[in-house]
């Protein structure tokens, strides 16, 4: 599994758009990136997988650039209820069976 | 989507005792089950890799004695902390992944551990 590198937290206000990069310069060929959030107390939810390019769905935007070494989650106009830690992982879920989390970001919303 | 649930939800123990604690996936089968345990403000740490039939896998510096690991059958795996003590006090969170499914892996509501 691709290292990562996320900040460690970060700030925003309700209704802003809020961007999280992920570095993976080890990213290899059948990787894909994967991101979960978790609230206090709770397992991970997946947000939104990706190989390359533009992934949208209900919930998040994933940008991923075509040298494909980094990532970035966007969250839509964030509301109290995003805050929450968020990973990135980046590895090939079908041979890699198991899911090693890196530190994550914590994010905090402020009103 | 997929679901899978953990049980109990919390447990507070004395020191010395052991506790079970049980993972199931309910609409889908998991041949392969992971633990994770998880202390305050801190990331998921894997302790272990069930796999369905056979021994689990467990990392380094985690005793397999202490941690017992059963995967008896596709939707059910369980931790057992045997002996337990203060310091084994942390929230225990177990994944499974759908045989049927692709580059995903579901999450339960993990296990809140007090000893005493």
């Known amino acids: 599994l691709a290292k990562t590198t996320q900040p460690v937290s970060m700030d925003s206000y309700e209704g802003q758009e809020v961007n999280i990069t992920c570095s993976h310069n080890?990213?290899?060929?059948?990787?894909?990136i994967t991101w979960y959030q978790q609230f206090p107390s709770q397992g991970p939810r997946f947000i939104i997988q990706?190989?390359?390019t533009k992934v949208t769905n209900e919930v998040a935007s994933l940008f991923i650039p075509a040298d494909r070494k980094s990532s970035t989650l966007s969250l839509p106009r964030v509301s109290l209820s995003d805050t929450a830690v968020y990973y990135c992982l980046v590895g090939d879920m079908n041979r890699d069976d198991k899911i090693i989390f890196g530190k994550g970001t914590r994010l905090h919303i402020l009103p | 989507g997929a679901v899978v649930s953990q049980h109990p939800s919390r447990v507070i123990c004395k020191s010395g005792t052991s506790v079970k604690i049980e993972c199931r996936s309910l609409d889908f089968q998991a041949t392969t089950m992971f633990w994770y345990r998880q202390f305050p403000k801190q990331s998921l740490m894997l302790m272990a890799t069930?796999?369905?039939?056979?021994?689990?896998?467990?990392e380094q510096g985690v005793e397999k004695d202490k941690f017992l690991i059963n995967h008896a059958s596709l939707t059910l795996s369980t931790l057992t902390v045997t002996s337990a003590h203060p310091e084994d006090s942390s929230f225990y969170i177990c994944?499974?992944?759908?045989?049927?499914?692709?580059?995903?892996?579901?999450f339960g509501p993990g296990t809140r551990l007090t000893v005493l």
């Open positions: 990706g190989y390359k």
């Open positions: 080890n990213i290899a060929t059948n990787d894909y």
């Open positions: 994944s499974a992944r759908d045989v049927g499914g692709v580059n995903e892996q579901f």
């Open positions: 069930s796999n369905e039939g056979s021994k689990a896998t467990y």
